[in-house]
């Protein structure tokens, strides 16, 4: 007997307490009921989770789910058990009188899901046992570790397209927040998904506000102006070196933010007590490397900071998406330079890949920095290069919001272009730019001999140094690191050659300094609406007075708090005041397990506010 998509409602209400399916929940769930495999992928936030949890609630048999990372395996099992679902995993983390326990339970038909490694799925005792184990259902989480053309390919992933054979007649479900048409192809390829269906949910995320701007000069004062301006809120920065992680923290500090550092050189303890703190804490801001944030699952931050830019846009959105998953407005705001994008490619041109996957892999930072330093709407450029069709302009972006205005700036960078060919690519910017202004101090009988020595003095240095940028950014220089000393060359011959030609015109952004996440007062922009939860000062102490009594609760179970219940919950509770368990169990967030377990505490803790 197939379960219906009623039933699965019903799961969805009384297990997880939300009323209603959202996007294409209800889509998948029904392929997945029906004993089809499928791929999904449905933004961050979206919702992936239940769409294998459900189905292997209500199909006969054990639902194993494969996913990378340990510390996303221990929030999701520890949030289901919280609904009272029976979910287990095994780990490496795992000691052996648990994972004992675990093969009892799953022996004796007891558990709905199993999450694993894709390491420890193919260990042959543990594909033993699946083999003599009924299964409802095989879902691959973070399905794009699969693809090479992907940005985040793990070999291990590689060998999931064997689940295909080993377990024929089980459905697979992979489900992924981000890849673009060639990646989907890919997993569908590699997972022998070829025949099933394919849900691709829109990949918009109207609560993000997204702006991006040219780094300017070294340092962070830039991240501390846009902190400072967004007190009390929650945020995550992204820096591109731990080392870079450290001291923007402690600056952060320095200006009384109650800034965290998080990277993967720090013991794990000390790891793990901050991402405590943080999930607890109002208004605290992580800085971190990108070894935080999958499976971190805050739904309050309000805001992402990249100091250093992402790696493609994939990441960009991944980890711009980490702010406002509870759905209220929320800010992305990137910070860039050239020089990121010089040591982008100088990455990838180092790595041990073949060469069809670097171009693949330079292509993809040629589109970020396309994307971050173009004059179209940044929503919009994001859903385009996911594949989406027919998109409007989000309206609220910074370059909807400002359009930046452009000048012909053709002729100045063909002096430019030319100076760089004569001077032969062995100087950096600031020599060029001192070159051009015929301002370099005592220069050589060659270089002062040279047609190109103070042909630009129309321009301001700053006005060279921003047309350089341009150049690099649309690829008609291009910058070798040189070990922490960047010079200037020449990028592709044949476009540099159209821009000698006049046929190819450049285009100069003119407003740079007017672009800007703040205003120039330091105040964030308005909003239309304002970010934050939306909890009124009247109630508001009771909204504290129930997170207090969430951090106990988290505290003792060892759990993190919103796998207890939500911000989001705990603020229509405060606004809404039950004062009968039925009532309680109306709210979002609030299913039949929670309410049996936390019901009457939470009840009491409202009956101290009531009149
Ligand atoms: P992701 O797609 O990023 O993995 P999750 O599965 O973790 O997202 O879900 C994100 C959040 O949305 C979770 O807190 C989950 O409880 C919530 N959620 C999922 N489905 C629904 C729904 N139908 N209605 C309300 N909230 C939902
Ligand atoms: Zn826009």
Redesign the pocket.
């Known amino acids: 007997m197939t379960a219906s998509l009623d039933e699965a409602r019903d799961v969805?209400r009384r297990t997880?307490g939300?009323?209603?399916?959202?996007g294409l929940?209800a889509q998948v769930i029904t392929e997945v009921l029906a004993g089809r495999s499928a791929m999904a992928v449905?933004?961050?936030?979206?919702?992936?989770?239940?769409c294998y949890q459900i189905p292997a609630m209500l199909r006969p048999g054990l639902g194993l789910v494969i996913s990378p990372l340990i510390a996303l395996m221990t929030d999701q099992v520890a949030a289901l058990r919280q609904s009272g679902v029976a979910a287990a995993r095994l780990d490496s983390n795992i000691d052996q009188t648990e994972r004992q326990e675990t093969w009892a339970r799953m022996d004796r038909g007891e558990l709905d899901l199993l999450y694993v490694s894709p390491e420890g799925l193919m260990q042959p005792a543990m594909l033993d046992r699946l083999r003599r184990t009924p299964m409802s259902l095989i879902a691959i989480d973070e399905a794009h570790c699969v693809s090479q053309w992907g940005h985040d390919f793990r070999p291990e992933y590689r060998m999931l397209g064997r689940t295909a054979d080993i377990f024929p007649d089980v459905p697979r479900l992979a489900?992924t927040?981000t890849a673009d048409a060639r990646t989907r192809e890919d997993i569908r390829n590699e997972l022998r998904l070829l025949d099933s269906a394919e849900f691709v949910a829109s990949f918009a995320r109207p609560e993000l506000a997204l702006s991006a701007e040219r780094k300017k000069g070294a340092g962070h004062k830039r991240v501390l102006e846009l902190v400072e301006a967004r007190p009390d809120r929650s945020g995550v920065i992204y820096a591109g070196s731990r080392d870079g992680v450290d001291r923007l923290a402690e600056q952060l500090r320095g200006f009384g933010v109650p800034a965290l550092a998080y990277h993967a050189g720090l013991d794990k303890q000390v790891r793990t007590e901050r991402l405590e703190q943080f999930l607890e804490a109002d208004g605290a801001v992580m800085v971190a490397t990108i070894a935080f944030g999958m499976g971190v699952?805050k739904?309050d931050v309000r805001y992402v900071i990249h100091a250093d830019p992402p790696a493609s846009i994939e990441a960009y959105w991944q980890e711009i998406g980490r702010a406002g998953?509870d759905g209220d407005p929320a800010e992305g705001i990137t910070l860039y330079g050239a020089a990121d994008m010089a040591w982008a490619y100088r990455r990838i041109d180092g790595r041990e890949m073949e060469d069809e996957v670097k171009a693949v892999q330079a292509r993809k930072v040629r589109q970020l920095y396309g994307m971050l330093d173009g004059t179209s709407c940044r929503a919009a450029a994001v859903r385009r290069y996911f594949g989406e069709e027919g998109v409007a302009a989000c309206g609220q972006c910074d370059v909807c919001l400002s359009p930046p205005a452009s000048v012909d700036a053709t002729e100045a960078a063909q002096k430019a272009l030319a100076a760089v060919h004569r001077m032969g690519g062995r100087f950096g910017r600031g020599r060029l730019v001192e070159h051009l202004l015929g301002k370099t101090k005592d220069p050589s009988d060659f270089e002062a001999g040279l047609s190109t020595f103070g042909i630009g003095r129309e321009f301001s240095p700053q006005g060279w140094r921003d047309l350089v940028d341009q150049l690099l950014f649309d690829g008609l220089l291009k910058e070798d690191p040189n070990d922490g000393r960047p010079l200037i060359g020449l990028g592709a011959a044949d476009d540099v050659r159209a821009v000698y030609r006049g046929e190819r015109r450049v285009g100069l952004r003119q407003d740079l300094e007017a672009h800007d996440a703040t205003t120039r007062s330091g105040r964030p922009r308005k909003r239309t609406r304002e970010a934050g939860m939306a909890v009124p000062p009247a109630d508001q102490s009771l909204f504290e007075a129930l997170r207090a009594w969430r951090r106990d609760q988290a505290a003792s179970q060892h759990v993190p708090p919103?796998v207890i219940f939500?911000d989001r919950t705990l603020a229509e509770i405060a606004l809404s005041k039950p004062v009968s368990t039925h009532a309680l169990g109306t709210v979002?967030?609030v299913g039949e397990g929670k309410l049996a377990r936390y019901g009457e505490a939470v009840l009491g803790v409202v009956k101290g506010f009531v009149a």
């Open positions: 969805l997880f939300h009323p209603e399916f959202r929940q449905l933004p961050t936030g979206g919702g992936k989770s239940l489900v927040a699952d739904p998953r919103y939500h979002s967030g």
